[in-house]
C-alpha cells in the first residue's frame, strides 16, 4: 500500500509553487542503521518496472518491489 501523509503532501505543493510543471516524483527507500530504512524523494520519470500513482494533481513512481 501507498500512502502520503497530509505533511508530505504540504511540502510538495509549496515545493512546486511556480513551477510550470513539475516531473513524476519517485519515491526511493534507502537501507537506515539501526533505525531501518527511510525514503526520500526526488524528481525522476517512470519505468517499466514502476509502479505509478497520481494523487492531489502529483505523479508518484516507484519501484514494484517497494510494495511487496
Not at 510550470?20 to 519505468?47: N, T, V, Y
Request: aromatic share 10%; charged share 25%; glycine share 8%.
Amino acid at each position: 500500500m501507498f500512502k502520503i501523509t497530509q505533511t508530505a503532501k504540504e511540502k510538495i505543493k509549496e515545493s512546486a509553487k511556480g513551477r510550470q510543471a513539475i516531473s513524476p516524483i519517485r519515491i526511493i527507500a534507502s537501507q537506515g542503521g539501526c533505525c531501518g530504512s527511510f525514503f526520500s524523494i526526488s524528481i525522476d520519470e517512470s519505468c517499466i518496472w514502476d509502479e505509478v500513482f497520481e494523487c492531489d494533481g502529483f505523479t508518484y513512481v516507484l519501484d514494484k518491489t517497494l510494495l511487496e
